[in-house]
């Protein structure tokens, strides 16, 4: 895959339109544009270089209206504005000072209001380490109109030619399309045309979501003829919106990763683009795996946000909301493995459903809120799945099995001894292993009646049922391997 290495910008193209800045390296910073001085915004994208170097390329943009313009003298009607660069970078630890300067030029008819936000790009080699760097931007026709950044803590990885499958950065753009023979732009690479978007903000005004990446060391790394990519939008709560796996032939030892996903259905969030590559078509064999990550913002007036019922703002969008009173009598039941002995004795004293139904939204309010809390109401209805759907017997949900209630209140173990055979002669057991608690704790499981109902025996963690004899109950007992 051939690439330029060094790129020097003197034009920009236009892309859509602005309202909050959004990149690797800055918070989410709601601005205006000035007249005083200048706000550039900026991201990076490391792609496979040379055995030695990785090629570096850094993403800006300004809005034209921060630009100060004046008559272009080679273009009659037209009015022109500049901006120099230099950039400065520091490897942690060694003296190689990085140095790169450059100038972009803005172009727009005379006495046309300047409304656009112009991107650049700007490309250089590095060798692979931990950087700072400092970047300086002037408007040439206001030499006092300066903007400096300080980006700490750039990690180069330069791993792109060690063995097994790589993956670059994923570039994120507002539109890519293939160019054609001969073509010549900033933002061409591979025979494709890609407008980065800078602020990785997309709004109502463009929700095309396009990305770039390349794949490398395919021939080494994929023994047949083909391998997968996944690739995966999701939010903040690992919540998916789109799971697309494509099955690639085995062509070229690099290839480009490129599409456009529509974004429309999103409400307004920050989302998670992942693409992951797997060096066998098998869809069982996640060995070797290489995965990417960018993150982005939605801004969809035209969808209200939605109302996640697991993190409900107030009691009447709640997933208590309107259930009958003993429907509400039975979830406390299944939450009553974490509740206060006070808050069992308040819930008992309630006989209306809307006072069990804010009781609860309460009861979860509280723990949603504790960063500190072992879980929120949506981790635990994780956990609540996993016991009712791995410990249920023929008589009992899961979470009412000793397992299933040690579970929710301590969470999975550390380990689990769970060899050996079960004959019909034989009780067999289980021990749970909490290397965590206390020092390290046990709890041991017996399987007393044949029907995985495993009851607990004994445990060695304080206040809970000890029994130092418990195998002697049951002489023939032998690890068993029918419970988890």
């Known amino acids: 895959m051939e690439r330029k290495k060094h790129i020097r910008i003197n034009s920009l193209k236009r892309a859509s339109s602005w309202c909050f800045c959004a990149l690797s390296f800055f918070l989410i910073t709601h601005y205006a544009f000035g007249q005083t001085a200048i ?99 002037v408007d040439t026709n206001a030499r006092s109109h300066v ?21 670059s950065s994923i570039e994120l753009g507002n539109s890519f399309r293939y160019a054609g023979p001969g073509e010549k732009s900033s933002f061409i690479k591979n025979g494709i045309e890609i407008i980065p978007n800078v602020l990785k903000y997309y709004d109502d005004k463009n ?34 919106y789109y799971d697309k796996f494509a099955v690639q032939k085995k062509t070229a030892n690099s290839i ?31 060995a070797g795996v290489v995965c990417g990550i960018a993150d982005f913002y939605i801004d969809n007036s035209a969808l209200p946000a939605l109302i996640d019922p697991l993190n409900a703002p107030d009691a009447a969008s709640s997933e208590f909301a309107d259930k009958t009173s003993s429907a509400l ?6 939450y009553s493995v974490i509740a206060t002995p006070s808050e069992k004795d308040i819930f008992k004293q309630l006989t209306e459903a809307p006072a069990k139904a804010k009781f609860l939204f309460e009861f979860w309010k509280a723990r949603n809120n504790d960063p500190d809390g072992k879980y929120t109401l949506k981790s635990y209805s994780t956990a609540l ?25 301590y969470g999975p173990p550390s380990r ?41 025996e004994n445990s060695t963690k304080r206040n ?21």
């Open 39 to 137: 706000t550039v915004r900026y991201s990076i994208c490391e792609f496979y270089g040379d055995t030695s170097y990785t090629l570096v390329e850094l993403y800006y943009g300004v809005s034209s209206k921060q630009l100060t313009f004046n008559p272009d003298k080679s273009k009659p009607g037209e009015d022109a504005a500049a901006v120099e660069f230099t950039l400065n970078g520091a490897l942690y630890g060694v003296q190689s000072p990085v140095k790169e300067q450059w100038r972009f030029l803005a172009n727009k008819k005379s006495g046309e209001d300047a409304s656009d936000f112009l991107v650049g790009t700007h490309s250089f080699m590095l060798k692979p380490g931990i950087y700072t760097f400092n970047i300086t931007a």
């Open 147 to 167: 903007d400096t950044i300080t980006i700490p803590n750039v990690k180069i990885t330069g791993d792109f030619a060690s063995q097994g499958l790589h993956l």
């Open 207 to 240: 929700l095309q979501l396009t990305y770039y990446a390349e794949l490398y060391n395919i021939d080494h790394a994929v023994k047949t003829d083909s391998f997968r990519v996944e690739t995966v939008v999701y939010d903040g709560d690992k919540n998916i």
């Open 256 to 286: 480009v990763l490129t599409s456009t996903l529509p974004v429309e259905s999103l409400t307004s969030s920050k989302y998670y683009l992942r693409i992951c590559a797997f060096p066998s078509s098998n869809p069982t064999d996640n």
């Open 329 to 334: 009598d039975t979830l406390f039941q299944e």
């Open 385 to 409: 799945d996993y016991v009712n759907s791995n410990f249920k017997t023929m008589f009992k949900q899961g979470w009412k099995t000793d397992r299933g209630r040690v579970y929710l209140q």
């Open 416 to 456: 689990i001894d769970n060899t050996g055979i079960s004959t019909t002669d034989n009780k067999p057991f289980i021990i749970w292993y909490y290397d965590g608690i206390e020092g390290g704790v046990e709890f041991d499981f017996v399987d007393e009646n044949g029907y995985s109902d495993y009851k607990l």
């Open 464 to 484: 809970e049922l000890h029994d130092t004899n418990w195998q002697t109950h049951y002489s023939n007992a032998l690890p068993g391997q029918t419970g988890q």
